[in-house]
């Protein structure tokens, strides 16, 4: 069965610097995708950034990277020069290919301080 | 504006009462799914559409049912609600069934007493 797991309840990070947040996942399939939402207080769900098993780079969007190690299982989300809007809850999730179920882990929730 | 729009946001009701949370997307997207997210567990997926008419179980489908009957609409519904289903649900969207990111929409915030 797929698994993913964030250990980070809650982290901290001063405004303008870099956090990284943990994902680590686990699946004996192949083919599978990884993605990061967020969810800010207000309640809405907001696609970050994706990563294909296959995929060799790591993506980047904008101030969002995925630090992708396959062989470690692992899909940190690294946020660079954190904003005050980048304070809310943050969820891994993970999607194999042909089984259409989509697994989040329990989020980890991101506090900036100015 | 594409978008995901869920009725209603706010319910609550007792138990036993059956109620249906409707789901519409407009971006003529497959696939379609629903969560429920608790809190320190995530979201946890209910059931899922493929397309028209099809339609499987998720990890949580206990106590609920869906239809699609059309590509727009996916609906969810609680047949003799119980208070443990007591949720921030959501319903979501996406293009590609297997590498396509979800549209979520907004949520409903169940009680259910």
């Known amino acids: 069965a797929q698994k993913i797991t964030q250990t980070q309840p809650g982290m901290f990070v001063q405004e303008k610097e870099a956090v990284t947040l943990d994902c680590t996942y686990d699946?004996?399939?192949?083919?599978?995708?990884l993605f990061w939402y967020k969810q800010p207080s207000s309640g809405e769900m907001i696609f970050l950034i994706y990563q294909g098993s296959y995929d060799e780079q790591n993506a980047t969007e904008g101030r969002y990277s995925l630090n992708f190690q396959k062989a470690r299982k692992s899909a940190n989300l690294v946020i660079s020069a954190s904003q005050l809007g980048d304070s809310a809850m943050y969820f891994c999730?993970?999607?194999?290919?042909?089984?259409?179920?989509?697994?989040f882990g329990a989020g980890t929730r991101l506090f900036v301080k100015a | 504006e594409a978008q995901v729009t869920q009725n209603p946001r706010y319910l609550i009701t007792v138990t036993g009462k059956k109620l249906t949370v409707t789901c519409s997307q407009n971006?003529?997207?497959?696939?379609m799914s629903w969560y429920r997210q608790d809190p320190g567990l995530g979201l946890r997926q209910i059931y899922y559409s493929m397309n028209v008419e099809v339609t499987d179980k998720g990890d949580v489908p206990e106590g609920y049912k869906v239809s699609r009957k059309e590509k727009r609409n996916f609906p969810l519904i609680l047949e003799s609600p119980s208070p443990n289903q007591t949720s921030l649900y959501f319903c979501a969207s996406s293009l590609y069934p297997n590498t396509g990111e979800l549209f979520f929409g907004e949520g409903s915030r169940l009680t259910v007493l």
């Open positions: 971006m003529n997207h497959e696939y």
């Open positions: 999730a993970m999607r194999v290919v042909g089984g259409f179920k989509t697994i």
């Open positions: 699946t004996s399939d192949q083919s599978y995708g």
